[in-house]
């Protein structure tokens, strides 16, 4: 067995059932996708359209593409009708964008809402708040064919696993507090949380879908 798929069999060992596991080939050569895919792993996460795009054409079609990184709004197009989730929609503006360009291509594009909590500034995505408003004011309702799935959050990257649990338990928390305030939301089942580092932690606060790059490929070569 070649390492990715004992890495991958390793990793799934520990997932209980019912946490999907997307293996995040960013950087990675479409060869080792392949032995992954071989290895029974059918979803892919990529964070630059460029290069998800290139790897779709050489990847069997049953894999499951889920982009994961910052989506620019120029690049929306390129994107639709590729993908199976777009877990980063981080602005409403890039969501109307998404709708309006599945609308036009006449397919439902499912997604999560980043949501933000982590200390490092940098990272994209709603504030706590700012999602919670956005359900509260229910401004979903005009959404033509985006199919709201859920929401996807990082934990900060420091090694105070307290630190990391609460970041997890406030994505899993604000998940609820929204499910309870719109129970009109079919589907909005999916909370993505969990890397190479943290995905055990990520579990135990409530992810069901875990984003898992190094322990499965290795150091990714930029
Ligand atoms: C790169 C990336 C991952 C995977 O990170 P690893 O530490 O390699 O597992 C997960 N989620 C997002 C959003 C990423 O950009």
Redesign the pocket.
């Known amino acids: 067995m070649n390492n990715i798929a004992a890495n991958l069999e390793r990793i799934r060992a520990t997932l209980p059932a019912g946490v999907e596991l997307v293996a995040?080939s960013?950087f990675h050569p479409v060869e080792a996708l392949r032995q992954a895919y071989d290895a029974g792993q059918r979803i892919f996460?990529e964070?630059r359209v460029q290069e998800l795009t290139a790897k779709v054409p050489q990847m069997p079609a049953d894999v499951r593409w889920h982009f994961?990184?910052h989506l620019q709004t120029n690049k929306v197009r390129q994107l639709i009708g590729l993908t199976s989730l777009i877990?980063?929609v981080d602005s409403e503006r890039l969501l109307e964008l998404i709708d309006r360009a599945s609308a036009e291509r006449g397919v439902v594009t499912r997604v999560l809402m980043q949501v933000h909590v982590a200390a490092e500034e940098t990272k994209f995505g709603f504030s706590p708040d700012e999602l919670a408003d956005y359900f509260a004011a229910r401004r979903y309702e005009s959404l033509q064919a985006t199919h709201l799935c859920g929401i996807?959050g990082?934990a900060t990257n420091t090694d105070d696993a307290a630190r990391v649990q609460a970041d997890f338990e406030a994505i899993a928390s604000l998940h609820a507090r929204i499910k309870a305030m719109c129970p009109d939301l079919r589907g909005f089942d999916t909370i993505s949380m969990g890397?190479?580092?943290d995905y055990l932690l990520a579990v135990r606060a409530g992810s069901t879908l875990v984003?898992?790059?190094?322990?499965i490929f290795g150091p990714?070569q930029y």
Request: charged share 25%.
């Open positions: 995040v960013k996460g964070s994961i990184g877990e980063s996807m990082m890397m190479s580092d984003r898992v790059g190094t322990a990714r």
